[in-house]
């Protein structure tokens, strides 16, 4: 059972940046590919990157450019770099994680989730 905890969200003004961590526990991120997804209110959850086993990043249009993920596997933890935000990043941002070796887009191909963060961009 692979556990995951979301932290760093909070409220930044406008072209700030903010960091985000989920910690996994239960599985090394070795063999984990692991996801950040966001959903604003009324709206779907969105793709915002993954990273692969081998260290592979992918990430959706709208933050491509502006959001970086990283790992530090000593303390098992992946990182959601965020420069530049606009008001419509504004969502909770929840960490996803599934024993699968390729990056995925799509919520349903990923088995654990974390319990999210709210990120508040204010214009």
């Known amino acids: 059972q692979v556990q995951l905890v979301e932290s760093g969200g909070g409220l930044v003004q406008a072209g700030g940046s903010l960091r985000l961590a989920c910690a996994a526990s239960g599985r090394t991120l070795s063999r984990l590919t692991m996801g950040w997804f966001r959903q604003a209110p009324g709206k779907e959850r969105e793709f915002v990157g993954a990273?692969?086993?081998?260290?592979?990043?992918d990430y959706g249009d709208s933050v491509k450019g502006r959001m970086t993920i990283s790992r530090d596997m000593s303390k098992n933890t992946m990182y959601l770099n965020m420069n530049s935000l606009k008001p419509e990043d504004t969502a909770v941002y929840y960490c996803a994680a599934d024993p699968g070796g390729l990056t995925r887009r799509t919520p349903l191909e990923y088995v654990y989730w974390g319990q999210g963060t709210q990120v508040t961009v204010s214009s």
């Open positions: 990273i692969s086993w081998s260290g592979r990043t």
